[in-house]
């Protein structure tokens, strides 16, 4: 399984991005799709999850800016970043759950501006 990320990028505060994770099988093979971050010097963190009935949850940072959805017809999962913070600085990762197995995308880096 792959997973390739899109739609990272340098924005000012305040502004909206949109990312994308696209998997090179069936996105209904798995339990969850999900977003992680990574800053420097930090651990990863989870950003949002998607479980294969589309429940969200959201790390708490987060809630209320961000929204994760899927599209199981082109086996992808977004996520949309909205209000974004220079806190949110970070390489975004997608991930894709199967049973207890993780599958990790490269990364697409996000850099919030003040």
């Known amino acids: 399984v792959q997973l390739q990320a899109y739609g990272g990028g340098l924005v000012q505060a305040g502004e909206s991005l949109r990312l994308s994770c696209v998997l090179s099988g069936s996105i209904l093979s798995f339990n969850a799709m999900a977003w992680y971050r990574q800053a420097s010097g930090k651990q990863r963190e989870l950003v949002a999850k998607i479980t294969s009935s589309g429940t969200p949850n959201y790390g708490d940072s987060v809630k209320g800016r961000f929204t994760i959805s899927r599209d199981n017809t082109k086996n992808t999962v977004l996520l949309q970043l909205n209000n974004l913070k220079p806190e949110d600085t970070a390489v975004y990762y997608c991930?894709?759950?199967?049973?207890?197995?993780?599958?990790w995308g490269r990364g697409t880096l996000v850099t919030v501006s003040n």
């Open positions: 991930n894709a759950q199967w049973r207890n197995i993780d599958f």
